[in-house]
């Protein structure tokens, strides 16, 4: 009985040992397990705390360039503002002077205003002696003129009146002359009053500028037309372009113009050389022109031979050319000379007005 009740009891002894030793076993994997379990968990935290401690370090290193960057801009605004403080002292002090300079203009200015209204007093009684002595020298310009015109009217008239008389008092003395003689005294008379006539209506045409009788009309008659008022000595050759072109002109002062540009082209060839008239159609105008042999216009005086009572001839009024400026501009035209070859333009504008 004690020996089996010993052996019992060591088997309960035993039984329980090995149900401890179990429960141990089990206790101590869990325990490893929880151990391992919080192992990486520990890990995880540590590299959590790793990655904190990075992101801290990189929040630090940039908080440390901002503040640097901070700093940074801190110096510069005091520099800054040391340079503004120097030049806000430097600008008050140009202040000063610009308000003592204003000062001194002001004053300046009040003088400068004041001597104005000096001067415009003397401008306007310059201007009032100036405009007397003008109207002094225009009275004074226009008589010297009238003088010069007079002048030379009384000069061109008096030789041809002074054959005129002669011729008439001849006639009228000596009943008996031949007939012959008789005739050519008459025809003496006649060219005289013509070129008496001639000097009139220069004169006349010079002073009254009358209005354009417009046509269509073509140039080569009124060039012929003009040809049959002159005498064309025997050694002197003439040549007409066939070619022709229709203007819009007054024929009959056209024809003037060319007879005075003929009578100048005769008068120049000296009864010997050639006179050539051409007429040039081009795009918008129509340039008639007279082409002769003579010596030409010295350069020196070409600027004048349009000028009214300019002449180198003992004879004429000075006006024919003047005239026939005139008359081409009031056709809307111009007239020019050209020397070497001599030779005088007509040029006319095509289009109708």
Known sequence: MLVSDSVSKDDSVLKNLTEISVNALKDLDLAKKELKENDLKMQEMNKLANERVEEMSRVNQNLQDKISFVENMTKSIQEKNEKLETELKS???????????????????AKVIKKEKELALKQVFLEKKIEDQSDDLVRSEKMAIIG???????HDIRNPLSKLKMSHDILCESPNLKVMEKIKYQQRISTNILKMTHIIEDVLEFVRMTKLELRENSLKPIINSALEDLTIPKKVTLTIDENDATVLCDARKLDAVFVNILTNSLDAVKDSGYIEIKII????????????????ISPDIQEKIFEPMFTTKQHGSGLGLSICKMIVEQHGGKLVYRNHPSAFSVILPKVKR
């Open 91 to 109: 600008t008050l002090g140009e202040k000063a002077n610009y308000h003592k300079l204003n000062s001194m203009l002001k004053d300046d200015l």
């Open 148 to 154: 010069q015109f007079t002048s030379r009217l009384a």
């Open 281 to 296: 159609d081009m795009k918008n105008s129509v340039e008639i022109y007279f082409e002769d042999s003579g010596e030409g």
